[in-house]
């Protein structure tokens, strides 16, 4: 098992492609946030995404689609 340190130490990835990220053909990932090396994760009745890094343990923490926007530009 990691420790939720090891996630955090990695830091967002820029994935080039789906093969490092086979749950971005999900519908429940938003691809423009994950791609970034965040879990893009999103709550449907909400629409908030997960910003923490990808694979995080534990729970998601959901944002805004606005907040989840900025994070997605950048």
């Not at 967002?12 to 990220?21: F, L, V």
């Not at 749950?23 to 691809?31: G, M, P, Y």
């Not at 994760?41 to 995404?49: E, K």
């Amino acid at each position: 098992m990691t420790s939720p340190d090891h996630n955090l130490s990695d830091g967002p990835q820029i994935h080039e492609d789906s093969q490092n990220r086979p749950d971005l053909s999900s519908t429940h990932v938003r691809e423009d946030v994950a791609i970034t090396g965040r879990c893009g994760n999103v709550h449907l009745p909400t629409g908030r995404t997960c910003a923490l890094p990808e694979r995080h343990e534990g729970s998601c923490h959901f944002v805004d689609p606005t907040d989840a926007e900025n994070l997605a530009v950048r």
